[in-house]
């Protein structure tokens, strides 16, 4: 078994790619209609994120207990791009000598997770 991507069910659609593919440089895999419903797919390979549009009005949950976790090369530099974004990040964490770590809201508020590992 694989485990080959994960869905988000979002209000805006454009909203949450800007947020996905432009302020976190995820690339778009694909995009497509299904119904009455756009579904687009990013990521560069590996797992990817589905973000399937929403009907009008539909109330998103991301939850409180899930979150997802991306690496970043560098968080300070992350963080000053998102930061002229708009996008605010909270404080920085290490839990253990060479990993840190802050966390972020997309546009529906869903916890996400940028790390900086050290290179070994």
């Known amino acids: 078994m694989k485990f080959i991507h994960s ?11 800007k947020f996905y593919h432009e302020a976190l440089g995820l690339p ?4 497509f209609s299904a ?9 560069g390979g590996g797992t990817k994120i589905e973000l399937i549009g929403g009907e009008a009005g ?9 979150s997802w976790g991306f690496e970043v090369s560098s968080l300070e530099e992350t963080r000053e791009r998102l930061a002229a974004l708009g996008i605010a990040a909270g404080d920085t ?8 770590f802050f966390f972020i809201k997309d546009p529906d508020g ?7 590992q050290e290179k070994a």
């Open 28 to 31: 778009i895999d694909a995009r």
């Open 35 to 43: 119904g009455t419903h756009e579904i687009v797919f990013l990521g």
């Open 7 to 17: 869905t988000l069910t979002v209000k805006n659609l454009e909203e949450s790619l």
């Open 58 to 66: 539909h109330k998103t949950d991301a939850g409180r207990d899930i």
């Open 110 to 116: 869903m916890t996400i997770q940028l790390v900086e």
């Open 93 to 100: 964490v290490s839990p253990h000598a060479g990993v840190r």
